[in-house]
């Protein structure tokens, strides 16, 4: 039974992630080999950090053409905050190009507003997700994040946050969703997530 793989790109966080799906019961491993995405159950892209670096890495090991051609195989995505920023065409963090496989830019909170974005969120759905079965509505979750996407096509807007301005805080089209909070630090409802992704999208064998 092949495993979720969650994609080692220097970004941090990644032994949180992959508890939480262990405390699930669902087997999941790191991963910087982009040959690896091909035997994958799913993939997870988690990630703290800054925009620049990051993309820098993904090209230079090969994992951003790597994600691309996961996405467009098909195969059940899942973004986390810098993971869900960098699905995005560009970043004013850095002036930086990101991996373009949702169409829109990764803007800064405007002057005035405490930044990082930090702490608990409510988080409203556009539409219903499998994602979000048994999640109460206007769940709050945990962010940590100074930039925030905003996606120019409407059909991969799932959720929405509002600090300042009203943001893109989860994405789902097809096989791929992404969120800017971390479910992994969110509690029960975070977790709930993560086991939704499982056996909702990726299907109850894995």
Same mark, same amino acid.
């Given at each position: 039974?092949?495993?979720?793989?969650?994609?080692?790109?220097?970004?941090?966080?990644?032994?949180?992630?992959?508890?939480? %799906?262990?405390?699930?019961?669902?087997?999941?491993? %790191?991963?910087?080999?982009?040959?690896?995405?091909?035997?994958?159950?799913?993939?997870?892209?988690?990630?703290?950090?800054?925009?620049?670096?990051?993309?820098?890495?993904?090209?230079?090991? &090969?994992?951003?053409?790597?994600?691309?051609?996961?996405?467009?195989?098909?195969?059940? %995505?899942?973004?986390?905050?810098?993971?869900?920023?960098?699905?995005?065409?560009?970043?004013?963090?850095?002036?930086?190009?990101?991996?373009?496989?949702?169409?829109?830019? !990764?803007?800064?909170?405007?002057?005035?507003?405490?930044?990082?974005?930090?702490?608990?969120?409510?988080?409203?759905?556009?539409?219903?997700?499998?994602? %979000?079965?048994?999640?109460?509505?206007?769940?709050?979750?945990?962010? !940590?994040?100074?930039?925030?996407?905003?996606?120019?096509? &409407?059909?991969?807007?799932?959720?929405?946050?509002?600090?300042?301005?009203?943001?893109?805080? !989860?994405?789902?089209?097809?096989?791929? !969703?992404?969120?800017?909070?971390?479910?992994?630090?969110?509690?029960?409802? &975070?977790?709930?997530?993560?086991?939704?992704?499982?056996?909702?999208?990726?299907?109850? &064998?894995?």
């Amino acid at each position: 039974m092949n495993p979720i793989v969650i994609i080692d790109y220097g970004a941090g966080n990644l032994r949180s992630v992959q508890k939480a %799906f262990e405390h699930l019961g669902h087997q999941a491993v %790191f991963t910087s080999d982009p040959l690896a995405l091909t035997d994958a159950a799913a993939v997870v892209f988690p990630g703290q950090g800054a925009s620049p670096p990051a993309m820098a890495r993904l090209e230079q090991d &090969g994992m951003a053409d790597a994600i691309r051609e996961t996405i467009a195989g098909g195969k059940p %995505f899942f973004g986390v905050c810098l993971g869900l920023q960098l699905l995005l065409d560009w970043s004013e963090e850095g002036d930086t190009r990101c991996l373009g496989i949702v169409p829109g830019e !990764v803007k800064s909170f405007h002057e005035g507003l405490k930044v990082p974005h930090m702490g608990w969120n409510a988080v409203t759905l556009e539409v219903e997700h499998p994602l %979000f079965e048994g999640v109460p509505p206007d769940s709050y979750f945990y962010f !940590v994040h100074s930039y925030y996407a905003a996606p120019s096509d &409407g059909a991969w807007l799932l959720g929405t946050t509002s600090y300042g301005v009203d943001f893109a805080s !989860v994405l789902a089209k097809d096989n791929v !969703v992404a969120t800017q909070f971390h479910p992994e630090k969110s509690g029960s409802v &975070g977790l709930r997530l993560y086991d939704n992704f499982v056996k909702q999208i990726v299907g109850s &064998g894995v």
